[in-house]
């Protein structure tokens, strides 16, 4: 399921949002960014646009995601540094749960596909994610690593990857997302 999002220009500006070029995903920042600036929020039940799930060249397919997983941290990134959680939970309780859980969900997409990947390269940039994470913010880390869907992303060694994997796909089948 997909939303198109609509912001107030102002908001987008307050915002300070700076969509990195040539780079895909980037509709994640401009959905989560500019929310702390929000003072109303209207939600519309109608189709703008559909989205259609299947072709093998679709930015995300599984193995397309794989081979542009550098595109999905920076997002990743870029989130996570846009914003102190704790500052947003402090004044508005509810959207900090939600920036978390979005936050969240796009660290555990980053760790899969870099668990998926496999090379000693992407292994290494999940562990450089996950340390990031830790020195950004250690109780958000702690969160994320052990109360959060992103937790699943992270069992130890081999065969905890594996595991990862086949939970992340059978999310997928049940889900029906990718």
């Known amino acids: 399921i997909m939303h198109a999002?609509?912001?107030?220009?102002?908001?987008?500006?307050?915002?300070?949002?700076?969509?990195?070029?040539?780079t895909f995903y980037v509709d994640n920042l401009f959905a989560y960014q500019p929310l702390p600036y929000m003072k109303k929020l209207f939600y519309i039940d109608v189709d703008l646009y559909r989205y259609f799930i299947g072709r093998s060249d679709?930015?995300?397919?599984?193995?397309v995601m794989v081979t542009r997983v550098d595109q999905q941290l920076r997002v990743?990134?870029?989130?996570?540094?846009?914003h102190s959680l704790k500052e947003v939970s402090a004044?508005?309780?509810?959207?900090?749960?939600?920036m978390f859980n979005y936050l969240a969900m796009m660290v555990a997409i980053s760790s899969i596909l870099l668990t998926i990947d496999g090379s000693p390269e992407?292994?290494?940039k999940k562990t450089q994610l996950w340390e990031n994470?830790?020195?950004?913010?250690?109780?958000?880390y702690h969160k994320?690593?052990?109360?959060?869907?992103?937790?699943?992303?992270n069992f130890p060694g081999y065969q905890g990857r594996k595991l990862s994997v086949k939970l992340y796909r059978l999310?997928?089948?049940?889900y029906k997302f990718n």
Not at 144 to 153: A, L
Not at 171 to 174: D, F, G, T
């Open 171 to 174: 999310a997928r089948k049940i």
């Open 76 to 82: 990743t990134y870029q989130m996570l540094h846009s």
């Open 5 to 22: 999002v609509f912001f107030r220009t102002e908001i987008v500006r307050q915002s300070d949002l700076q969509i990195p070029l040539h």
């Open 133 to 140: 994470l830790r020195k950004f913010d250690s109780g958000l």
């Open 144 to 153: 994320m690593k052990y109360r959060s869907v992103s937790s699943v992303t």
């Open 122 to 124: 992407a292994l290494g």
């Open 91 to 98: 004044k508005h309780p509810k959207l900090g749960r939600y």
């Open 58 to 63: 679709q930015s995300v397919n599984e193995k």
